[in-house]
């Protein structure tokens, strides 16, 4: 099946700073997103992007889908930054749905 | 208002009896998944299933079953074979393609004693 990873597994900023998270995937998709999980261990849905970049407000992301990445650039980061962020990927002939090992981050004021 | 419930948020049960862990949307999707996640870990699946009365295992399904009697249900059931069922439980769904997006039920914390 396919393996995602992703890096770094911790990172710690400060508020203000910048921060790009890579998700690497092992076989080609049609499906990949990204996930924040707040510290309640609610999983919000950040971005749907199977190939492309997107932009919502301080976050962006891009997928190059012939490359097997895709990265989450975090812009002036704030503390309600912090939790784990995870990729997931869906890919093949099946539905199931993959999880990266996530990255733990935390923003320091 | 549209989205996936999961119920009970918290439970907790004596070691050595099946619990079930409830999962229902209302956002007409085909597919349904069911995670387990433990403390500093990421996710991993335990069932999924794309259509009523089908599904599949994941990567971690022993002590655990499913059933899919209506589109809009996809109860777990956590048995006593389970070797160590604390942990915290996710549901998602999506619409059946491969190329949709999944959304996320709160979660259900459960402890075994």
């Known amino acids: 099946g396919i393996q995602v990873e992703q890096s770094p597994p911790d990172l710690i900023l400060q508020e203000g700073a910048n921060s790009t998270l890579r998700c690497n995937f092992s076989?080609?998709?049609?499906?990949l997103q990204w996930f924040h999980q707040n510290p309640w261990g609610q999983l919000i849905n950040l971005f749907y992007i199977p190939s492309g970049t997107k932009q919502n407000g301080r976050l962006s992301a891009t997928t190059v889908a012939t490359e097997r990445y895709s990265l989450l650039y975090i812009s002036s980061s704030q503390t309600t930054d912090s939790g784990v962020y995870f990729c997931a990927v869906n890919g093949g002939a099946t539905n199931k749905l993959i999880f990266g090992t996530g990255t733990l981050l935390a923003v320091q004021p | 208002d549209g989205g996936i419930t999961q119920s009970p948020k918290y439970l907790f049960r004596k070691e050595g009896q099946n619990v079930t862990l409830s999962c229902e949307q209302n956002l007409n999707h085909d597919a349904m998944y069911w995670y387990r996640q433990d403390p500093g870990q990421g996710l991993r699946l335990i069932y999924y299933s794309q259509i009523v009365n089908d599904f599949q295992k994941g990567d971690i399904a022993e002590g655990y079953s499913v059933s899919r009697e209506k589109k809009e249900s996809f109860p777990l059931t956590v048995t006593s074979a389970q070797k160590n069922p604390t942990a915290f439980y996710l549901c998602?769904?999506?619409?059946?393609?491969?190329?949709?997006?999944?959304?996320f039920g709160q979660g259900t914390r459960l402890t075994v004693v």
């Open positions: 076989d080609s998709v049609n499906n």
């Open positions: 998602a769904s999506k619409h059946g393609a491969r190329n949709t997006e999944a959304f």
